[in-house]
């Protein structure tokens, strides 16, 4: 099935480091979500960007949607040993709100060492 | 507001039976999609439903299968189960404006 390429595959930080990992794509999206997954439990959605170029943020967390529409970021601060999980993104083609279909990333483990 | 709610949480079922998942959206929510979450393939997309209607279709053999009723609650079924079919079922729903996607907790299938 398809996926996107996300990096890092996986990171190990001490509590207190920043955070940064993207999300890239070949297809051009017109909505990019970035998700947390805790183990056993569904994808939690963190942030939703509609608009290339686009700079949200919610608390520590910060995300951007590229300019050319086909890659994204997100970046944690000051990282919490709470901030464990798979982060995903997701990037969706959608006109008028028309389907739910997202194409997901291969995902990014994140550990926290107190 | 109450999420998505995804029912059975676990299940086992043996090889060549069928499995029936059930989902009911956030109050509200018209649109119901489903995925299905493997180590090797990770969160791929089953199929999508709005006003009972299918709307959109993965890449999955024609033993997955979905329906919506009137109340916008969603069913999956997969027959003829395989060993590969186990696998976390993630039922997702969208309001009818706007394009954020809510997931809920998942169902977790193991076919042995």
């Known amino acids: 099935g398809q996926q996107l390429n996300q990096s890092p595959q996986s990171m190990f930080i001490q509590e207190g480091e920043d955070v940064s990992m993207n999300c890239t794509s070949s297809?051009?999206?017109?909505?990019w979500l970035w998700y947390k997954q805790d183990p056993g439990e569904g994808p939690v959605l963190l942030i939703a960007?509609?608009?290339?170029?686009e700079l949200t943020s919610n608390g520590r967390l910060t995300a951007q949607f590229g300019i050319t529409r086909k890659d994204s970021f997100l970046n944690i601060s000051a990282s919490i040993p709470s901030d464990v999980g798979i982060y995903f993104c997701?990037?969706?083609?959608?006109?008028?709100?028309?389907?739910?279909?997202?194409?997901f990333g291969t995902g990014t483990l994140l550990a926290v060492q107190p | 507001k109450a999420g998505v709610t995804q029912t059975p949480r676990y299940l086992i079922k043996t090889r060549g039976q069928q499995v029936t998942l059930s989902c009911s959206p956030i109050?509200?929510?018209?649109?119901v999609s489903w995925y299905q979450q493997t180590p090797g393939q990770g969160l791929q997309f089953l199929f999508e439903?709005?006003?009972?209607?299918?709307?959109n279709k993965g890449n999955f053999p024609g033993r997955f299968s979905g329906r919506q009723f009137s109340n916008s609650r969603s069913e999956m079924n997969v027959s003829t189960l395989e060993l590969g079919d186990s696998a976390l079922y993630l039922c997702?729903?969208?309001?009818?404006?706007?394009?954020?996607?809510?997931f809920g907790e998942g169902s977790w299938l193991t076919v042995v």
């Open positions: 960007l509609y608009k290339a170029g």
């Open positions: 439903y709005f006003s009972e209607t299918q709307r």
């Open positions: 997701a990037g969706q083609m959608n006109y008028g709100g028309a389907t739910n279909k997202l194409i």
């Open positions: 297809s051009i999206f017109n909505t």
């Open positions: 997702a729903s969208k309001p009818g404006q706007g394009n954020t996607i809510y």
């Open positions: 109050s509200g929510h018209r649109s």
